[in-house]
């Protein structure tokens, strides 16, 4: 009989064993153990569900403190440059995605979750995106950080499409040609943006003058 295959099969057998012990016996006691003292410990604590009033007002109030914060930078001093504008821009979405969002807590019946959904998506993310793009695209090519007249129409057809979709669930009677619309400013954006900067990256780069 081998000697080192009885060994090796006595060790396996006893590794199950162990495996067995821990994953089936001692690790559900002691976490069961655990979250009796966790929840012991947690007991006085307030529970909040995700779409509870309080999440509401902490959303809207977030929302307001973004927007306080966005004035607080007086960027209507800059709004002759577009790259920057857009930035502000972007910044706007996000603080009203979360008042939208707020308010749809509160207000389930009159203000829908989707128009903070996209306030927050084609709005926020979709314009910062496209702005970031731009910049970042004449930036690295050596260009000028300047928003020509085709940057400044990509940056305006972006936040027509966060405007009409964020518009569509209060206007019923047109929901589906705000949709049709907001699709379609939102593949021209980022079509125009691949036409215009796809060619500038993929050339060489420029010393500015």
């Given at each position: 009989m081998d000697h080192g295959a009885t060994t090796g099969a006595v060790w396996n057998a006893q590794a199950n064993n162990s495996h067995y012990r821990i994953t089936e016996l001692v690790l559900p006691s002691?976490?069961?153990?655990?979250?009796?003292?966790f929840e012991?410990?947690?007991?006085?604590?307030?529970?909040t569900a995700p779409f509870a009033p309080l999440s509401g007002v902490l959303l809207a109030i977030a929302g307001a403190?973004?927007?306080?914060?966005?004035?607080?930078?007086?960027?209507w001093v800059?709004?002759?440059?577009?790259?920057?504008?857009?930035?502000?821009?972007?910044?706007?979405?996000?603080?009203?995605?979360?008042?939208i969002l707020g308010a749809s807590i509160l207000l389930p019946a009159n203000i829908p979750e989707t128009a903070a959904i996209h306030a927050l998506t084609t709005g926020a993310?979709?314009?910062?995106?496209?702005?970031?793009?731009?910049?970042?695209?004449?930036?690295?090519?050596?260009?000028?950080?300047?928003?020509?007249?085709?940057?400044?129409?990509?940056?305006?057809?972006?936040?027509?499409?966060?405007?009409?979709r964020v518009l569509a669930p209060f206007a019923i009677p047109i929901y589906p040609?705000?949709?049709?619309?907001?699709?379609?400013?939102?593949?021209?954006?980022?079509?125009?943006?691949?036409?215009?900067?796809?060619?500038?990256?993929?050339r060489p780069g420029h010393r500015r003058s």
């Open positions: 002691l976490t069961s153990a655990g979250l009796r003292r012991f410990r947690t007991a006085f604590l307030p529970h403190g973004l927007l306080v914060r966005l004035l607080r930078w007086r960027g800059a709004a002759s440059d577009g790259m920057v504008l857009i930035l502000h821009l972007g910044y706007f979405w996000c603080a009203l995605g979360l008042a993310i979709g314009v910062m995106t496209l702005a970031m793009m731009t910049r970042t695209s004449r930036s690295h090519t050596g260009r000028e950080r300047r928003a020509d007249t085709t940057t400044l129409i990509i940056y305006a057809l972006v936040n027509a499409a966060a405007v009409t040609e705000l949709l049709v619309l907001s699709a379609a400013c939102w593949s021209l954006a980022f079509g125009l943006f691949a036409l215009v900067y796809g060619p500038m990256l993929a």
